[in-house]
């Protein structure tokens, strides 16, 4: 099943998709929300984040690919973390299928991006374990993880390099019933194909996580966990259009430009 | 003016205290909002979390005699950072005056407390001047950002260091009109004081940290900013009460139970 959130006159609304068709939703995902009224094109509608998280989980380095090139070109060790030590992202930098990334006009580095899979947790959850831990994820949906290299060496922190506004793409929607290790994620700039990696390499996988974060943690309805992305992460700049693709979930498109 | 959000019922309700008494608000703090009914006493109320952050910003070591501290006792250089570079806290750890502090039971090193100012933001912003950051704060709180300090060395991210489930107080409510810069912080365990400083003596003020932060972020109405502690952060073990006090706002006290 797959659940949007889109632009319903001036209000925003869950609604359930079915093929090239969208039905508005009563209630939400997270409370047993169903499908109501007629169908309409897919098309027809405007598309805005498939959830608001209350909090934005980010794992951060989780593939070895793509340790081995940071390692190379941002510094660092390139061994892999001890542990499944979990991130975070900020909301202020989230933005639908379809919108804009904007680089800052005062970037003077290289901008990247980074396709990833998304979790979204479905109710609140504490003390996970290995066997019920995917029992709490509702569904996928796909993330950009956009990153100013220059800012992530320069700054203490990842507060401008990653969580610029408009640097974390999020969406189409949300789609249930997946295996999170056995997916393919596909990056196109401008329609040609610059990265290619499977879930299955993660390092610590969606499950670790799970448990690992829950040991200290609540998660709650509609947080998102991102996993991470393999190998190398290709350059972006204004006038370009990017795609991310996980074919079981969709495509992710935003524009580039820039501020 | 205290705004405040306390339990009525079954509903969680803004309410504007007048001395010793509070009186139900309708509307949010946020968006005009304005008491109403009749005024009821104040220990008569459960309060909680003054608001739920969209994005919940700390500024980190901001101030001389904590680096110089932690330099000692955590590791690091000491130095001031060179800029104003925000960080991150997560909102499942959030909890309200007079909730728990939980120390997981595996925690096997020292915890301690870092009182805080907090600046709660009342309204969407973007491109702040050093003229007219402050126009955009709502009021201020006080936040305690409990720190378990092994799991600080010792892991990738502060997730659990910082963030554990009721590893963040905030509260006892928001006072607006203070000058952010003229401020004592008192840090009390079981009543003897253990801390006391001036957050005239931030490295980066409020100021600068809206100003720096918002060239590429959007700061929304209820997003915190906890401003960083100084000097010595006191210990903490279960059967502590621990209190953080501002004089012109009031006492954030959170009682320390083992999980």
């Known amino acids: 099943m797959n659940w949007c959130r889109y632009q319903d006159g001036d209000q925003v609304v869950y609604g359930i998709i079915d093929g090239d068709t969208v039905r508005a939703a009563i209630g939400s995902p997270f409370e047993g929300g169903f499908a109501t009224g007629e169908p309409r094109p897919l098309s027809d509608v405007s598309l805005r984040l498939p959830c608001i998280p209350p909090t934005f989980y980010a794992a951060g380095a989780n593939y070895r690919a793509h340790l081995a090139w940071a390692a190379e070109n941002l510094g660092g060790s390139g061994k892999a973390p001890p542990r499944a030590d979990i991130g975070y992202r900020a909301n202020n930098s989230l933005v639908a299928h379809g919108e804009n990334i904007v680089i800052p006009r005062d970037s003077s580095g290289v901008v990247q991006v980074e396709g990833e899979l998304a979790a979204v947790i479905g109710k609140t959850v504490k003390h996970l374990t290995p066997e019920n831990a995917l029992d709490c994820v509702l569904g996928y949906t796909i993330g950009n993880d956009v990153s100013e290299r220059t800012?992530?060496?320069?700054?203490?922190?990842?507060?401008?390099?990653?969580?610029?506004?408009?640097?974390?793409?999020?969406?189409?929607?949300?789609?249930?019933?997946?295996?999170?290790?056995?997916?393919?994620?596909?990056?196109?700039?401008?329609?040609?194909?610059?990265?290619?990696?499977?879930?299955?390499?993660m390092i610590f996988s969606l499950v670790n996580f799970l448990v690992e974060t829950t040991k200290y943690v609540t998660l709650y309805a509609g947080d998102v966990m991102w996993m991470g992305c393999d190998g190398e992460t290709p350059v972006i700049k204004a006038g370009d259009v990017v795609e991310i693709e996980i074919p079981e979930i969709g495509v992710l498109r935003n524009p580039v430009v820039r501020g």
């Open 151 to 201: 800012w992530q060496s320069s700054d203490r922190t990842l507060w401008r390099a990653k969580n610029t506004d408009t640097f974390n793409p999020m969406g189409p929607w949300i789609t249930s019933g997946l295996d999170p290790e056995a997916l393919e994620v596909t990056t196109r700039i401008n329609g040609v194909e610059a990265s290619r990696y499977q879930t299955k390499d």
